[in-house]
């Protein structure tokens, strides 16, 4: 593999993320809307970005507010504001106090004030008090088997919706009637309004029933004071809020393949609505790069495709990795021994599972790495390890938090 290909992929990478920065996008859209009374409430691994963006515009007119961030993600103190960091994937005890917090500072607005809300991906685990008589050891032991089953997003936070007091529109139900002005960051396909950060001001699309049925299908063992509160139905209608996206996946693609162009590949963007098991992914995009290598097809060499989504992994072993690790590693597995290609797929937050990785750059030597330091490759990926397995052929790529989060991002280079 030349040296140029993995090079061109961090370029083409860097670009795209820096392109999906929520910065400038909160600021645009501020700049259209004329809000006063201001009270800012940001969640989500980007809070920290929209909520200094957001201060930067609107300056005195922001009366108060909170930051709830995932650990590491906070950048320093921001004037005004209240900066909370808590767990993620899974909530925990900071989780609870930053969302209590949050609901104290929104308490007892007029229909004058408006609530500044600022989500970003991440917000399901970060924005979160356990509804009735839920506990919230409870709530992890229900997220942690959610996670680990293969379920999607989708699935998952229709659950976690029904089990929370500020998720699926409840959040903004308890604000009413005070106006609700929601920028989002999108990190989830189709940009779905109910289920980005588990749609905590917006209408909830998913039933009761839903849930029910997600925790059947996935064999998730649940308490019966946790099936009870299950069935409490989430609003269906909130009159006090609109809700504007200013950035999502599509955006990075875009910017991927402009970015490629200008160094000279032939481009595409294959879907921006990846979706299945991981593993799965990283042997359909080896394959498809192993037709780019042999068969000039379907776009002739140099070339970049692109994909984007968000992919699931089903754990089975008892390995250390994130989806974009394991996707990585599969494609490896395709691609040992072809020259000339890099497959990188990367988190555009900057993390990948409970690792310090945001995903994996692998070419057709990444498996030989591992072989020759007397390991099998095939082994790490049934052992859900695909941490380790990037860590010895040194295929890991770690960014630290990027201030930004719009599902992943993966790439195809042929040369």
């Excluded at 957001?54 to 007119?61: D, F, G, S």
């Excluded at 063992?221 to 996206?245: A, G, M």
């Excluded at 395709?334 to 995903?359: E, F, M, R």
Aim: glycine share 8%; charged share 30%; hydrophobic share 40%.
């Amino acid at each position: 593999m030349s040296r140029s290909l993995r090079q061109d992929a961090l370029t083409i990478v860097e670009e795209s993320i820096r392109y999906v920065l929520p910065d400038n996008a909160v600021k645009e859209k501020l700049k259209e809307l004329n809000l006063s009374r201001v009270v800012l409430v940001a969640i989500g691994k980007a809070a920290w970005r929209m909520a200094k963006a957001a201060k930067e515009v609107l300056k005195e007119k922001i009366e108060k507010g909170i930051v709830i961030t995932k650990y590491g993600h906070s950048e320093g103190d921001i004037d005004g504001l209240e900066i909370y960091e808590a767990g993620h994937p899974v909530p925990d005890e900071n989780t609870i106090r930053a969302t209590e917090r949050a609901l104290e500072i929104v308490k007892d607005l007029s229909e004058e004030d408006t609530v500044l809300f600022l989500i970003s991906g991440g917000g399901s685990s970060l924005f979160e008090k356990p509804k009735g008589s839920v506990t919230l050891k409870q709530l992890q032991n229900i997220t942690d088997q959610l996670l680990k089953s293969g379920a999607n997003i989708g699935q998952i936070n229709a659950v976690r919706k029904h089990l929370s007091e500020v998720k699926g529109g409840r959040f903004a139900q308890k604000i009413f009637p005070a106006r609700v002005v929601c920028l989002i960051l999108s990190d989830v396909l189709s940009n779905r309004l109910d289920v980005i950060a588990s749609g905590p001001a917006h209408p909830d699309l998913s039933t009761s029933e839903d849930a029910l049925k997600v925790l059947e299908k996935y064999n998730v063992q649940v308490d019966e004071n946790v099936l009870k509160e299950l069935k409490d139905e989430t609003p269906k209608i909130l009159s006090n809020v609109e809700s504007y996206i200013v950035a999502d996946l599509k955006l990075a693609c875009e910017k991927a393949v402009e970015v490629a162009e200008r160094l000279g590949y032939n481009t595409a963007i294959l879907t921006t609505s990846l979706e299945c098991e991981a593993r799965e992914a990283g042997f359909f995009v080896g394959s498809i790069a192993k037709e780019l290598v042999l068969h000039d097809r379907p776009l002739k060499k140099p070339c970049a495709l692109v994909l984007g989504g968000e992919t699931v992994v089903r754990v089975k072993g008892k390995g250390k990795g994130g989806r974009n690790q394991e996707l990585a590693l599969a494609a490896a597995l395709k691609i040992a021994d072809l020259y000339d290609v890099v497959v990188c797929s990367i988190g555009t937050d900057g993390t990948d599972g409970p690792t310090d990785a945001a995903g994996g750059i692998v070419d057709g030597k990444t498996v030989q790495r591992i072989k020759d330091a007397g390991f099998d490759p095939e082994e790490f990926l049934e052992n859900n390890d695909s941490y380790n397995a990037l860590k010895i052929s040194k295929d890991l790529l770690i960014t630290g938090p990027t201030g930004t989060n719009v599902n992943d991002l993966i790439l195809i280079l042929a040369g």
